[in-house]
Every structure is written in structure tokens, then in C-alpha cells.
């Protein structure tokens, strides 16, 4: 097993606009004693278009250089149905999925990561108003049924299978996240997944967004997955509880979360996954005082999530990269 460095967390998102490009990434990783880099094939770090052949080959040699491995593509993908019938977004999905195809062929990447459906947050803001299933939008009969959830249910399989079948013409297999909506825990995913019925279409299973975290829980849903699971990313969350329950989270560094990363780890091995963890840091990091995070701040949070994530795969007899210790950032960057 061995641990890769998540690009999203130098988009500038959520820094201010501080970013990096894709070659500063790849160089920070190799620095820091990360064995791989994610691509996020979004702007401003590695949107296809913005990447031509001859960028596209000197990447590939870059990372050779420093020995990185570039080991997964993560678009941000939605396939739920339009809002407007004119604006048929699941077929500009289904192109922007292409064009990654393309890139991660180029790009010697097997696996792309993809969402059933993203919305910015684990809920959408009508889910109060479903019964018994989220609601896609406001109370109507069709919410009380749940019509709505299962109209959107077979709409997004229908354009996950479609992209399943884009990604065999490249030799890539689509990893399906475990995050809501549509597919609201690992049980759906796999669900979704199995009704695809594509040899190439996977699950991605990351452990943030298992629901319990004790041992046995999370043994028992690894194993649930088993040889589907084709990619997997680690983060860390705290909640912040108050006296009415949850009202969101923080991410922390790796290990002051709530994951239970060494049972996660164990389970994965039991089943014989080898691949990569992408480390992300993908939402609002708010500093003591509170302050926008920062670049240093993220590359901070990168170099404990090396120590911490090495350190633990080692004790378990389970890293299988190169070993390289983490450092300072590489001159010039």
C-alpha cells in the first residue's frame, strides 16, 4: 500500500486563491515522501483542455524523474438530471468524462474517480422534506412516494453506465465515490455499482464517510465491498456537536480525526487492496483565530499526514513504497 497526494488541496479553493500548478504538485509530493499524485482535471490545476500533448508527455517524464507515480484522476462529477429540459447537463458530463479518459490514458492512469452525483454538501437542503428517502427537490406527491429519488436513481446509472462504456475504450476503470446524494452510504454505492454491471466500474471506498468507525463495523463493510474496491482517500473531520446534535465539521490533521485509519487499513489489506490512499484536503480550512488556511498551512498538513500515514503502514507491515522520508519544500517553488 502506498500514499498519494490529492491535487484538489492546491487549487487555491480554499486558500485564498493561493494554488499551485500541476508540475509544483508533483514536485512538492516528491519532497514531502509521498509515492504518487491525484490529478484534479479542473482549473487551475489540470483541466484537459489546458493540457496539451507535449505538457502531457513532460508531466509524465517529471513524475518518472522524481519517482512519482501519477495514480488517479478525480473529476467532480454529477449526472442527476437538469433542471431545465433545454439544458441537458448528464451530456456535457459525459463529454468532460471523455476528455479525462483521454488525459489519464496520456497520463499512464488506470483509474478516475467519479461521483454519482455532487451537490456541495452530504445532503441536499430539501432532504428534510422527503419521506423516507432524500427529497431531489420541494414537497410535492412525487417526494411523498419517493418517485423523485428513483427517477434520479435511474437517470444517474443510466449516464454512470454510459461512462463506464466511454472509459473501456481508454482502459480505464471508474472508481464510484461512497458519498452522498443519490448514493447516500457504501451500501448504495455498491448497490449503484452492481446495477451498472460493468467490469470496469468500481468503488472508490474512503473511510470519512463511514457512518460508524469502531473495529468491527468497518471490517465488515470493507469486506462487504471486497474486489470491488478500486480506490480509496483518506482525510480527517471532527464534528462540531452542539446541544441540538452536529452542526458540521472541521478538517484536522490526519490522526485527530474521527477515522479509525489502522482498522480501516487492516480490512483493506484482508481483501487484498495494494492501490494508493489520496491524502485531500478538500473544504475550508479555518486557522486558529480564525483565518483562512493557507499554503503553508496545507503543505504543514501534508507533511504530518506522511509521518502519520508511514509511520502507522509501516507498524502494520503494509507500505510497500519507496520509503522516501519527508522533507522541506523543493527550492524555487
Known sequence: MKLSLDSVSYTGYFTQGESLSIEEVIKRAASFGFDGVDIFPHRPIAFPMDIDRDRRNALVDLAGSLGIELGNLEPVTNFMRSRHILTQSQDKELLFVRECCKLAHDLNIK???????????????????????????????????????????????????????IAQDYGVTLALQNHPPITNNTEETVEMVDEVGLDNVKVGLDVPLLGKQDDDSIRETVHFVGKRMAHSRITAIRFKETLVGVSGFDEVVVGEGRENVPAFLKACAEIGYDGCFGYEQCSPIILKGHKHGTLKEVDRRNQACVRYMKKLLDDLGLYTGKKRTAGAVPAGV
Open 111 to 165: 483509474v478516475i474517480r467519479i461521483f454519482a452525483a455532487f451537490l456541495g454538501y452530504f445532503m441536499p437542503q430539501e432532504s428534510a422534506q422527503g419521506y423516507g428517502t432524500t427529497a431531489m427537490h420541494s414537497r410535492s406527491v412525487e417526494v411523498s412516494t419517493s418517485d423523485d429519488y428513483l427517477r434520479e436513481w435511474d437517470y444517474v446509472r443510466a449516464g454512470i453506465r454510459e461512462a463506464g462504456k
